[in-house]
């Protein structure tokens, strides 16, 4: 029996409908992609561009981020999209994802630590990462799954836009309490 993304197997009736809603999400993917560069470009799908008629289109974000990026997605799914500002010196509560998403850094650096005060990374405006979510089961959190988000500016706000993708009923952000030690001033 062929191997499934996963690494599992499974019967021949599950496999056609998991690879059915395999290519149903490749093919939303692949429709928002194209959607945004026709938005995007010059000429078509504007204002006032052939084809396209009152639309005013504003590009909130574009940044590169490194691969491999890969997203399985068993059931229906929700993408959520939000626009978080960080006030100079704010943060998020210590936190993990039940899913995949992407962060991209419009405005000011942000800054991402794991429990042990391991730095994940600083990202200035301008740069974003993909972040694969939690790994382990819903009843087991690690430490790596853990982290915080911080503007480390005294005197700039930050501005992040985060998409996620999760499964239909699954939040976007899980606090953990107790809140772990903090690694910054």
Known sequence: MPRYLNGGTLP??????????????????????????????????????????????VVESNVAVEGPIRINVRDDANVITTHITVAPGGH????YHPGPHFVSVRTGTVVVYETDCTL???FPAGTGFFDPGSTSPSHV???RDIHTLTNPSTTEAAEVIITDIREQGRPPTIPVSP??????P
């Open 12 to 57: 021949a009736f599950r496999r056609a409908r998991e690879w059915h809603k395999l290519r149903w999400v490749a093919g939303a993917i692949v429709t928002a992609v194209v959607a945004s560069v026709l938005v995007s470009w010059p000429g078509t799908a504007s204002a006032h561009g052939p084809g396209g008629h009152g639309l005013t289109p």
């Open 120 to 122: 994940r990374g600083t």
């Open 92 to 95: 998020t509560p210590w936190h």
């Open 141 to 143: 959190q690690i430490s």
């Open 179 to 184: 809140q772990p030690s903090s690694c910054f």
